[in-house]
């Protein structure tokens, strides 16, 4: 981050006469504000020791969440049913995609139990049909640069399950 409003101060530091150097850099807040104004959000005075976080993607100064490239972050637990087919899990804000990067599934009861992207057919099949035991755990987890994300716009995220499964599921992800 090079320009207005930013200082460098370079120092060293001798330790058993070896001088090690260190490099300090302070910015004003126009130059944050410059350096996140694509964020689209006016986030006032910001504390400089919040900087990596919200280069690196979201973070929380004070109340205001900053939700990176206009991504709204989902995390959220939901009771699964025995005996449903194409029941909710996560219905996105009309017009927007889900973005799936971790979906995990406890069983209370065993029994099998799938997830899908609106239609339990082709491409649209977000996890194998998973057959449970009793307190049972079953993860998924997709990488950032590669995550699952909704065939297209309102599309819900949902699960079928067996006659005698239940238990819940908990998903994170973003919508776009």
Sequence with gaps: MDGAGVSKTIATTETGGVHTEHAELV???????????NSGVDIGDVDVLSLPALVAGTAEIGSVKIAANGKTRVSQRVALSASQTGATVWDPTT??????TKLVVSCKTAGDVDFFDQTDSGNTVVTPIITMAIGGTWTAIWQLDMPYTSAT??????????????????????EV
Aim: charged share 15%; hydrophobic share 45%; no cysteine.
């Design 153 to 174: 716009a309102d599309n819900i995220l949902m699960y079928t399950s067996g006659s005698g499964f239940t238990g819940s599921a908990y998903v994170e992800g973003w």
């Design 27 to 37: 910015a004003s807040t126009a130059a944050i504000g410059k350096l996140v104004s």
């Design 95 to 100: 017009g927007k995609k889900f973005v799936l």
